[in-house]
């Protein structure tokens, strides 16, 4: 598994969850790192993404909420979910790129109830 994902979950309308994405050692340039999410019969959508120089970019719908960051040592990207609403409620997949290879972690899941 090249992206390991974990940190989903249930929780309730306005509450918070982080998810963290590891990247295998065998990726040995990682650029662009990201969050996308799925919703049930929706199509994947972008969360929020962060070159590996630290600039980020964000949906609309998580601007103010989302927070990404990385560590470049760790190979790891983070994403803390404040303000949780229940239109969150999706499988979350982290993503990086690795020149002109797009790499997919395994998704994971967060419910937000309401």
């Known amino acids: 598994v090249q992206l390991q994902a974990s940190g989903g979950g249930l929780v309730q ?7 963290s ?3 295998s050692r065998t990726i040995f340039v990682i650029n662009n790192m990201g ?4 919703a049930p019969g929706k199509q994947r959508e972008l969360v929020a993404t962060i070159t590996n120089s630290g600039d980020t970019n964000y949906a ?9 960051s990385r560590d470049n040592a760790k190979n790891t990207v983070y994403l803390q979910m404040n303000s949780l609403k229940p239109e969150d409620t999706a499988v979350y ?3 990086a790129t690795s020149g002109v290879r797009v790499i997919w972690g395994q998704g994971t899941l967060v419910t937000v109830s309401s």
């Open 93 to 95: 997949y982290c993503q």
């Open 60 to 68: 609309d719908s998580v601007k103010g909420r989302f927070t990404i």
């Open 21 to 23: 994405c590891a990247a």
């Open 13 to 19: 309308a306005g509450g918070s969850l982080s998810l």
């Open 35 to 38: 969050w996308y999410r799925q």
